[in-house]
């Protein structure tokens, strides 16, 4: 085939290509890419309701006589439960803006790092939370307030089940967002496409 | 220099190499790689020295009429702190026997990803234990135990503390086990030499 090319020096000269070309994406890896991306946003929305409604029955858990703020384990718990719920919130919006502008909110550099340090940091807070409030709890069942008061105590133990439910979703975040940063340590990329 | 070289074909052959040759380390490379291990080890002594410290002082509280073998939330800081210190114990030998053989007890790629596991298991285990052990200490003293015998309650405030501290040093294992899986993800080996 090379011997039909023109052999006295006048060549097509090849035009040049659009001076903006988008990066390569093939089908199959933004879709894989997207669908990582929504089960992110999976974990971060059930991590913020868990930890919405343990807050919420926490801090309303003062109709009789003791309340919720008499007690230091308590009192962890509707604090822990409340800050989650408010990093997971802003996380969901981070993460609907990712989808949405397929960049992050930050730097990349800046925000695998983010993400990846304040889940490792509020799994934590949540699970040390959960594990007070259930600790005292016990305490408290055993002391004669929960048959003084019996609801009390039942709308707390439906306050540290589901920040251990938050934890659980917290911690699968977390388990994502580490895979990200060591993508982004490897390739460059939060996703290697 | 190419000149001097015989032109008639009579050229001496390459003697061959010895069979096993040893892969190639720099000093300074082997000297970073026992300073890691080095750290990797003290950090497991410390976590071992808490963890054990954390046990006994739990275990042997039980001097007066309240034991610690009566409050669930003792029980799982003297059964936590144990079981750290026994498996803490097992990473220092193993810590010991790749710093004087330069290899790893399980195959490599069971090793790093064992040690990381159940650094992040046992991390979680220690922290709650010390969170749900500290919640329980603080409503052992609003009531009127401590009054009765402070002993007991000052030796659970030990026990707690040394538990926080072996988690600590558990925690920071943690990091360097997690670079350690990282690296092996990266390059095929523990270390990056």
Redesign the interface.
């Known amino acids: 085939m090379r011997s039909h090319q023109p052999r006295n020096g006048v060549v097509d000269t090849p035009s040049p290509g659009p001076r903006f070309q988008p990066p390569f994406h093939s089908t199959v890896s933004v879709q894989k890419l997207r669908r990582v991306n929504l089960i992110m946003l999976a974990f971060r929305f059930g991590a913020f309701c868990f930890s919405l409604a343990a807050a919420i029955f926490m801090f309303s858990n003062s109709s009789g006589s003791p309340s919720w703020h008499e007690f230091?384990?308590f009192r962890?718990v509707a604090v822990a439960s409340g800050i989650v719920a408010a990093y997971s919130l802003f996380e969901v919006g981070a993460s609907v803006w990712e989808i949405a502008r397929a960049t992050t909110v930050f730097p990349e550099a800046i925000q695998v790092w983010f993400d990846f340090g304040h889940d490792q940091v509020f799994a934590?807070m949540s699970?040390?939370?959960?594990?007070?409030?259930?600790?005292?709890a016990?305490?408290l069942r055993s002391?004669g307030t929960c048959t003084d008061n019996n609801a009390f105590c039942i709308q707390s133990y439906i306050s540290i089940g589901l920040g251990f439910a938050g934890f659980v979703f917290l911690g699968l975040s977390s388990l994502l967002s580490g895979y990200r940063v060591?993508c982004f340590?490897?390739y460059g990329s939060r996703y290697p496409l």
């Open positions: 230091g384990a962890f934590y699970l040390s939370a959960g594990a007070a409030g259930a600790a005292f016990r305490t002391s060591v340590a490897i």
